[in-house]
C-alpha cells in the first residue's frame, strides 16, 4: 500500500509457527499464504525453548501456531509466555488434549481444530480394526505369508462373528456416534457412556463405565482425553470385561491404563485388542508385538487422501476467520 509520501510500502506475511510438521497438503498451502517459522523436526526441550525465543524476537512475531500432539512442546501457559504475540492456536487434529484450553481463554487466544474433517475415516478405522481383532484377519495373513498353512492341521483358529455383540462405546459424541451407525448395520446392539443422556439416540445409557464393561462384549473408546478420561479403562474396568472381550481405542492412548492392558491380555483376562493410539507415542509396548490377539496401527485412523484435503480447507478457512490471511 501507498506511504504519506506516495511511495510503496508493503505489508509483512503475517508469520506462523509449525509446532511439529503436518502433512504436506496442509503445509503448502499454509506456505503460500504465510510466513513459516518451522521447529524442526525431532528438537529437543532446549532446542524448542530455543526457538520460541528467536520467534518472540522477530520484527514481527507469530499471531498463530499451528500444534501437535505427541512433542515436547504443549500449547500450555509456559508456550504462550514464551510467544505472547499468538493469538490463535490451530491444532491438525480433532484432539485438543496438547492445549490447555482454560489457559487459552483466559488470556483470549482462539482456539480451532479440524471439527468433524477425520470422523467418518476415524469411524471405519475403529470398525475395520474390530473385524480384524475378531476374525483374526492379520494375524491369518501372517500365517500365509510364513507359509505355515500346509502344515497346519485341524485348520487355522477360528475366529468370531460380529453380528450381535453387544457393543460398549466411551465417548457418543461425533465420532463415536458414527461407530454406532457402522456397527447398528453389522447387527450389533449399543451402549454407550458419555458425559450425559443423549436424547437423540435410543441405545442404552451408562453413568459408569465398569457397569457399561460389564455388560458389554465390546469396549470401544471414542472420548476426549482429559483429567477424567485418563484411565478411565483401567484394571477394573478390563476385569468386568472379562475373558471374552475386545477393546478397541480411536481415542488417546492415555485413556486406558496401559500396563494393565498388558497385563490383561497377557494373563487372558481379556481376549483381544485394537489399539491406534498409545501412551508413549511412538513406543509400543514389547510385550503387544508377538501377540496375534492384537491389532497395531500408528496413530493412523485419520490419515486417508480425503481426510488431508479437506483438512487444508477447514483450516485455512479457520485461519482466514480468525483475520490472519493476507
Known sequence: MAGGGGEQRVDPVPAVLFIRRPGAPFCDAMHQRFRVLELATRASTEQAAAFLAAAAAEPDPPRAAVVMGGRSVRADAAFLDAVPSVRCLLSTAAGVDHIDLAECARRGVAVAN????????????????????????????????????????????????????????????????????????????????????????????????????????????????????????????????????????????????????????????????????????????VELLSMDNVVLTPHSAVFTAESRVGRVAVQASSVQLLGLGR
Open 114 to 285: 479440524s471439527g468433524t474433517v477425520y470422523s467418518a475415516d476415524v469411524a471405519d478405522h475403529a470398525v475395520g480394526m474390530l473385524v480384524d481383532v475378531l476374525r483374526r484377519v492379520s494375524a491369518a495373513e501372517r500365517f500365509v505369508r510364513r507359509r505355515l498353512w500346509p502344515l497346519q492341521e485341524g485348520g487355522y483358529p477360528l475366529g468370531s462373528k460380529l453380528g450381535g455383540k453387544r457393543v460398549g462405546i466411551i465417548g457418543l459424541g461425533n465420532i463415536g456416534s458414527l461407530i454406532a451407525k457402522r456397527l447398528e448395520a453389522f447387527g450389533c446392539v449399543i451402549y454407550y457412556n458419555s458425559r450425559r443422556p443423549k436424547d437423540s439416540v435410543s441405545y442404552r445409557y451408562f453413568p459408569n463405565v465398569h457397569d457399561l464393561a460389564s455388560e458389554s462384549d465390546i469396549l470401544v473408546v471414542a472420548c476426549a482425553l482429559n483429567k477424567e478420561t485418563r484411565h478411565i479403562v483401567d484394571k477394573d474396568v478390563l476385569e468386568a470385561l472379562g475373558k471374552d472381550g475386545i477393546v478397541i481405542n480411536i481415542g488417546r492412548g492415555a485413556n486406558i491404563d496401559e500396563a494393565a492392558l498388558v497385563s490383561a491380555l497377557k494373563d487372558g483376562r481379556i481376549a483381544g485388542a485394537g489399539l491406534d493410539v498409545f501412551e508413549n507415542e511412538p513406543k509400543v509396548p
